[in-house]
């Protein structure tokens, strides 16, 4: 069985921490990382453009980029669910709230946003005549999410807002000359959405006003492809991304009762063979369990120092 854990390895400044307090929030977990061999390999996100759940996501549904097209390309087609080989690139516009601090911006997680239905169709409506006469098409996808279809010429190099939520955008922010356009049309955009209504309700019940899209995707459909058999058990992924670690080992220890317990035999060992898959911000580590023999079942089993790969920068 695979099971793909977003959000399991912490960051390095609080994973030891954590680490000392795993054998009580979740000994099941605790005793497969001390009995599993462990592949682990970093992630590079503003080099992939997209986080590592994400890539295995598109790893899983056959992406595979052409050479110098980052993998975050393929969320496009993936996320607007097309599988249409036209080879039109598909683009998509996050709707984001885009936060103005003292000395940097940054996009809102996109998981914050809850975003109603009517609220992204009144913004489209008012936005629509001005994304239009900068030569783009905009098309309602979900609430959350519109497709675009952008100018000849333009094929910014971009990355998922999963990714660049939470760091300054200096830093993701395309600052080419043929992204004029495009900066042009967002803060016209913005000027149309201020204060407007579909915002004050959102300020009614306490969310975040819309304020910014943000551009990403840009790879053509690929064909259909059908992928292994998988549980993404995400309940680690809201608190990894909001830092709160406290949530975070509430959320492991119901995912170690209700995912791997059910899995592991008398000795809590593993019952069947089993790979997790476990993923951070910049890494992803690879666990690989087989059950015990008979004979061996009634031996001590030989402990593997985990620490060394979950504490330590990769």
């Not at 954590?18 to 970093?42: D, E, N, T």
Request: charged content about 20%; aromatic content about 8%.
């Amino acid at each position: 069985m695979l099971i793909v854990i977003p959000g399991a390895l912490p960051p390095l400044p609080v994973a030891g921490e954590l680490a000392r307090l795993l054998p009580q929030r979740a000994p099941v977990l605790h005793g497969w990382l001390q009995a599993g061999a462990a592949r682990v390999a970093g992630f590079d996100p503003r080099l992939h453009g997209c986080t590592p759940f994400e890539a295995w996501q598109l790893e899983q549904a056959g992406y595979q980029p052409p050479p110098g097209t980052p993998l975050g390309a393929g969320l496009g087609p993936l996320h607007a669910g097309t599988t249409a080989a036209d080879g039109q690139p598909v683009w998509l516009a996050e709707l984001t709230h885009l936060a103005l601090g003292t000395d940097q911006a940054t996009l809102l997680d996109p998981e914050q946003m809850d975003i109603r239905s009517d609220e992204s169709v009144a913004l489209l409506n008012d936005a629509r005549s001005s994304i239009e006469a900068a030569g783009f098409a905009v098309q309602f996808l979900v609430p959350r999410r519109w497709r675009l279809r952008l100018p000849e010429g333009l094929a910014p190099v971009t990355a998922s807002p999963a990714a660049v939520a939470g760091h300054p955008l200096r830093d993701w922010w395309g600052q080419d000359p043929t992204m004029r356009p495009w900066r042009r049309l967002l803060n016209e955009i913005q000027m149309v959405w201020h204060e407007h209504p579909a915002n004050e309700a959102r300020a009614a019940r306490g969310v975040a006003p819309i304020n910014a899209l943000w551009l990403y995707g840009g790879a053509p459909a690929w064909p259909a492809h059908e992928a292994a058999a998988a549980r993404v058990a995400a309940e680690l992924d809201a608190p990894h991304r909001a830092a709160d670690w406290a949530g975070w080992l509430d959320a492991l220890a119901d995912l170690d009762r209700r995912h791997l317990q059910p899995l592991a035999n008398s000795a809590g060992q593993p019952g069947q063979p089993v790979q997790l898959i476990l993923l951070g911000a910049d890494r992803r580590a690879t666990l690989t369990l087989q059950p015990r023999g008979r004979l061996l079942a009634w031996l001590p089993a030989p402990k593997k120092n985990w620490n060394t790969w979950w504490s330590r920068p990769v």
